[in-house]
């Protein structure tokens, strides 16, 4: 059996949920194909959450422009999507003349982006943003903010889906030909077929476009490695504080940010790796980023951090190479009908949405698109019990006897909010799957208290055998052993 589509996205990252839902908007048929058993378990599920102003992107550059133009509509976004969003602004903080020249050329790179409100602030001003804060001054971006990284991929993807696109997941792409004036795909054992390929892969879109025939693309893995802090550490710090960047270190720097849910994130780092599922952590990095982390935020204890974890970020630039490059948004007369994505890193999150309208800007080049009279841009999520007042969540238990049942202590997460995780349309289908969507394992314990119950949930739920509960990806089995049934 062949799926048959008019327009096929592979990869159901933010960028990929993002193209879904702006092609929804049009009378299209859509199909996304993820080879992940899940959403967000890619460079989408592995960052800051940070939305960023743009004043770090080369003037001119697709990365400036899209993150400029998707930082200014955010609040709009997220009231539509319904997606934890806080403009915190952000401090760039410095100690030496050589910190001052590369902040004033900074802002002048801003104000030349068109981001709104930077300046350059001084010690008083820094304690007034950021008390426990080290800095002699920095530059100040009111623009910044900080959101929820997976419940906005995990919005995008249901708002797509709810326009009409389909979503196949646990379908890797193997193989891609063109015949008939169609693109015939295949991927995870199914048979697809459709007029347009949109490559969103990320950290596989340098594969995919060989398949597609373009050459010449090489992705560069560059890990980056976090700590995480307990919500007892997020009292000292309501706004992100990067350092001045070192462009012998590359990225920006060891950076502290505030995430929505009131921990704080201590990285990324930067280290090129030969693979590009590679997430480990090591421990010469987490203790340069207790050192360097320490410098501008001297409350560091060791007793906060709770957890740590990896991304990885598919730069188009090699260790040697240096330099700068743009995102690659691109239709080539070696696959007219595709359009390719390589190399959408950081300011990805944040430019999701202007990339997606690119390429139905790109598309519209070919062919007409006629709009979707019935498309919805409203997603709303479930209620998070742990933010209501007591009245609020007295009436919901009324309404419905699992808010009464509390799942993950740390968080105070309920029995309802977890089914709700697991049988919403695109549920989560593995225990990370829940733990993004609504927050379980995310606590002090780190799903000591939780994780079995999620996990019988997840297993009723989805009526699976316990050797087919999967923690996160293929092979992430809960469960193992011959006595297993």
């Not at 800051?48 to 200014?72: D, I, P, Y």
């Not at 007219?336 to 519209?364: F, K, M």
């Amino acid at each position: 059996m062949e799926h048959q589509y008019d327009c096929i996205v592979i990869g159901a990252g933010v960028v990929g949920n993002a193209v879904a839902r702006q092609l929804s908007a049009c009378s299209v048929t859509i199909a996304v194909l993820e080879k992940e058993q899940d959403l967000c378990f890619g460079t989408s599920g592995r960052n800051s959450g940070v939305l960023h102003a743009g004043f770090n992107n080369k003037t001119g550059s697709k990365m400036a422009r899209f993150c400029v133009e998707g930082n200014l509509e955010f609040d709009r976004i997220a009231e539509e999507l319904d997606v934890p969003f806080k403009r915190t602004g952000k401090l760039i903080v410095g100690f030496s003349d050589d910190d001052k020249n590369s902040l004033r050329a900074m802002k002048a790179q801003g104000d030349a982006n068109g981001v709104p409100g930077l300046e350059i602030v001084g010690k008083e001003r820094i304690r007034e943003l950021a008390p426990f804060i080290a800095g002699e001054f920095a530059m100040y971006s009111p623009m910044t903010g900080i959101l929820n990284p997976f419940i906005y991929t995990v919005a995008l993807a249901e708002n797509a889906h709810k326009n009409g696109a389909a979503y196949f997941f646990a379908c890797p792409v193997t193989d891609i030909f063109y015949q008939d004036g169609r693109y015939r795909i295949t991927a995870g054992g199914r048979n697809f077929a459709s007029r347009w390929i949109i490559n969103c892969a990320g950290l596989e879109s340098d594969k995919i476009s060989a398949l597609l025939g373009i050459k010449g693309h090489k992705l560069y893995p560059c890990r980056g490695e976090y700590f995480i802090l307990d919500k007892k550490a997020g009292q000292y710090l309501g706004i992100p504080a990067y350092p001045v960047p070192n462009p012998r270190e590359g990225g920006l720097g060891i950076h502290l940010t505030p995430t929505i849910d009131g921990n704080i994130l201590i990285g990324p780092s930067s280290k090129y790796i030969e693979e590009n599922d590679n997430y480990s952590v090591t421990q010469d990095i987490m203790d340069l980023l207790i050192k360097d982390g320490g410098r501008i935020f001297p409350y560091l204890k060791r007793e906060y951090f709770i957890r740590n974890f990896a991304g990885i970020r598919p730069k188009l630039v090699g260790p040697q190479e240096g330099g700068f490059a743009d995102f690659v948004i691109e239709r080539r007369s070696e696959a007219p009908y595709a359009i390719n994505l390589v190399g959408i890193e950081s300011p990805g999150l944040t430019s999701a949405l202007p990339i997606a309208r690119e390429v139905v800007r790109l598309i519209r080049e070919v062919e007409p698109l006629k709009p979707n009279p019935g498309f919805d841009p409203v997603r709303k999520g479930p209620p998070a019990f742990a933010g209501l007042t007591n009245g609020q969540r007295r009436a919901l238990i009324q309404q419905n006897p699992d808010y009464g049942e509390i799942i993950c202590r740390c968080e105070n997460i309920t029995k309802a909010e977890v089914l709700e995780a697991i049988n919403r349309p695109l549920g989560a289908a593995t225990v990370t799957g829940v733990k993004y969507r609504c927050r379980p394992m995310m606590g002090r314990c780190q799903g000591g208290y939780c994780q079995t119950r999620i996990t019988e949930l997840l297993r009723q739920e989805k009526k699976l055998a316990v050797k087919e509960v999967l923690y996160q990806r293929k092979g992430s089995n809960m469960f193992t052993g011959v006595a297993l049934k």
